[in-house]
């Protein structure tokens, strides 16, 4: 099973900031990457897949990067409404797997 | 429009069985591959497993291999997981998910709630 370890498991920042989320596999996965946003309450949101392919509807302050082992999620001036929390997760090889997850809270 | 609603809250005592639903929506569910997803209270993401509902080709997660059935019937668009004897760490929401290259549509989830 790969392991998807997610770093920093929280984070503190200020709105208008940058913020970088890291996404480490514990082996290659290719660009079979996808980040997810999950508000409370509510299911997760697909913001990126394919690694750096943002879904449907996502505004263009999100981008991901990264290929294999090592995948970055930056989200570029936060607004309010992205202080919540980020998955990643690989569907290169079943199981799927998620990160155990990165909040970014308001500094 | 894309839609995955589910089946609504449960509250169950330990040992009982439990089957909740996902009924697709907007396009042909036969074709699409539909996951289930378990998160417990305050933790975060887990695949449980995946259904094929053209073919019924089904994969669970190890995890979760033979702690639930993952069934569905494409006559009715509809998927389900089901447990033959709940117990008390099964209390969280399920959602299904819609999995292409990532899973873009979800249900709006499931609060199953098991408790004597």
């Not at chain 1, 996502?58 to 990067?65: E, L, Q, T, W, Y």
């Not at chain 2, 894309?2 to 009982?16: F, H, I, N, R």
């Not at chain 2, 887990?46 to 994969?59: F, L, V």
């Not at chain 2, 190890?62 to 019937?73: K, L, R, W």
Request: proline share 4%; net charge neutral; aromatic share 12%.
């Amino acid at each position: 099973e790969t392991v998807m370890t997610q770093s920093p498991a929280a984070l503190s920042m200020s709105p208008g900031e940058r913020v970088t989320l890291s996404c480490r596999a514990s082996q290659g996965v290719s660009r079979n990457l996808a980040w997810y946003q999950q508000k409370p309450g509510q299911a997760p949101r697909l913001l990126i897949y394919g690694a750096s392919t943002r879904a449907t509807g996502i505004p263009a302050r999100f981008s991901g990067s990264g290929s294999e082992t090592e995948f970055t999620l930056t989200i570029n001036s936060l607004q309010s409404e992205d202080f919540v929390v980020y998955y990643c997760q690989q569907y290169n090889d079943w199981p799927w797997t998620f990160g155990q997850g990165t909040k970014v809270e308001v500094k | 429009e894309v839609q995955l609603v589910q089946s609504g809250a449960e509250v169950k005592e330990p040992g009982e069985s439990l089957k909740i639903s996902c009924k697709g929506s907007g396009y042909s569910f036969a074709n699409h591959w539909v996951a289930w997803v378990r998160q417990m209270p305050g933790k975060g993401l887990e695949w449980m497993g995946i259904i094929h509902p053209g073919d019924s080709d089904t994969r669970y997660s190890p995890s979760f291999q033979g702690q639930v059935t993952i069934s569905a019937d494409k006559s009715i668009s509809t998927a389900y997981v089901q447990w033959s004897s709940l117990k008390a760490s099964d209390t969280a929401i399920y959602f299904c998910a819609r999995h292409e290259t990532g899973a873009e549509y979800w249900g709006q989830g499931t609060l199953v709630t098991v408790s004597s």
